[in-house]
């Protein structure tokens, strides 16, 4: 199935609005194992939008429109498309009643300029909008069915969402059809992981698919449903070869990942935080039922609040400094005891521009996982990367090493594209006796 979008809009096709449609309908159709196969943007002209819905028709199988069914002069789609047609524009009464609806619970008038968004082509299905006053379509036009919505994101989603995806499995029988399956890697690159799978023999009919979103790679497998025992074979060679680079599936965080260990099981957690500022725990009180396990966040930015907060021993950040493995383990293991959780992560560094020096440069980060006998503690570097990467990456390697122990494997872990430079493992009872 060749399914394609048009944006509209001269706004778009200038810059001054950026199309965020796109990469999100890109993205959910994926997701429902559906692939876009090419997009066009164009702008507020009848006749170049009737030449391009005319051209895109005998080469598609499903068009999707986005944009142009406004009141104004320039929204053009509908008029466009019956061109297109050779069809009149009709009344859709359905429609009218219900902006009229629309307008009267709100008590204002229909405005004149309204009426044009009850007019479709003569041989159009109404596709229902519930959350604006431009209704959707769908047309027949040679091979492609063209399936319009409007462009406004809060109006355009649902309509994909709730409509489009019925509307496919109505009118294209083997559409979804296949299997798709998400793997989520961490700590490594996609030309690393591209040498490590290149040996592995695919089918055709299956498609392996990279995404890279900081500071993670998607690894994402797309097949038929009649090659499910070729997929399932592909992805055992695959999940073999990768082992543990594979952090997570069906996920798309390492946050994620941990939420639901933690809840199955039913330890709790506790986070001191310096160079993230924050960022462990918002990314984890974002889903549901975290209040299960995360007992208490503290930042301790300065010097400070990491002496009189947690308990880091005022020689030690003297002689080692703020971003230093006892430090960072001392972190761990004061907001630990003070929270009486089971398991506590620290995390202090240099996350830039500026603040390094030649020992430790820009990036230079301190993490460590207190558990009730033991902290694990390692110094990595994020080499020439901005602020906010090293934040995100020193977030998902202290979530890493969390993962890693309630896995039962070793918390600290080599990753081709991180440079590891120290770790050390020490007694809980013998933190603070140093």
Not at 243 to 250: N, R, S
Request: with cysteine; charged share 20%; hydrophobic share 40%.
């Amino acid at each position: 199935m060749k399914i394609e979008l048009i944006c509209t809009g001269e706004e778009v096709l200038c810059g001054q609005i950026v199309d965020t449609n796109a990469a999100w309908l890109a993205q959910y159709l994926w997701d429902q194992g559906l692939a876009l196969h090419r997009k066009n943007t164009i702008g507020d002209r009848r006749e170049d939008l009737t030449a391009l819905f005319l051209e895109r028709s005998t080469e598609a199988d499903l068009v999707i429109v986005n944009g142009g069914l406004g009141p104004t002069t320039d929204d053009l789609s509908t008029e466009a498309m019956a061109m297109a047609l050779q069809e009149p524009l009709v009344l859709c009464e359905v429609w009218q009643k219900k902006m009229d609806d629309f307008f009267a619970q709100r008590q204002i008038a229909v405005p004149a300029c309204n009426t044009k968004q009850a007019m479709l082509p003569q041989s159009a299905r109404m596709i229902d909008n519930p959350y604006g006053t431009a209704c959707g379509f769908a047309v027949k036009l040679n091979r492609a069915w063209f399936f319009f919505t409007p462009g406004v994101p809060r109006e355009f989603k649902p309509m994909i969402k709730e409509q489009l995806l019925p509307f496919v499995k109505q009118n294209f029988t083997q559409s979804i059809s296949n299997i798709l399956k998400k793997f989520l890697v961490f700590g490594h690159g996609e030309s690393f992981l591209q040498e490590k799978l290149s040996a592995i023999q695919n089918d055709e009919s299956i498609s392996l698919g990279y995404r890279a979103f900081s500071p993670y790679i998607e690894l994402k497998l797309i097949g038929p449903q009649s090659a499910a025992k070729q997929l399932s074979a592909f992805e055992h060679t695959m999940t073999q070869q990768l082992g543990d680079m594979i952090v997570g599936q069906e996920c798309t965080s390492l946050a994620e990942v941990v939420h639901q260990q933690l809840k199955q099981h039913h330890k709790t957690l506790s986070l001191a935080e310096s160079c993230t500022g924050g960022l462990l725990a918002s990314q984890l009180i974002r889903f549901a039922g975290s209040s299960a396990y995360f007992k208490e966040g503290v930042i301790a930015y300065d010097a400070h609040a990491k002496k009189e907060r947690l308990g880091v021993r005022p020689h030690i950040l003297q002689e080692e400094g703020e971003v230093s493995l006892m430090t960072a383990a001392q972190m761990a293991e004061g907001i630990r005891r003070l929270s009486q959780s089971d398991y506590a992560l620290s995390t202090t560094g240099i996350a830039g521009p500026d603040g390094g020096n030649e020992d430790k440069p820009v990036g230079t980060v301190c993490i460590a996982l207190a558990t009730p006998t033991h902290s694990y503690i390692q110094k990595v570097y994020f080499k020439n990367r901005s602020r906010d990467a090293v934040r995100e990456f020193s977030a998902a390697v202290a979530f890493d090493m969390l993962r890693r122990i309630l896995q039962n494997k070793e918390p600290c872990t080599t990753y081709s594209s991180i440079e590891q430079v120290a770790t050390q493992v020490m007694n809980s009872s013998d933190i603070f006796a140093v």
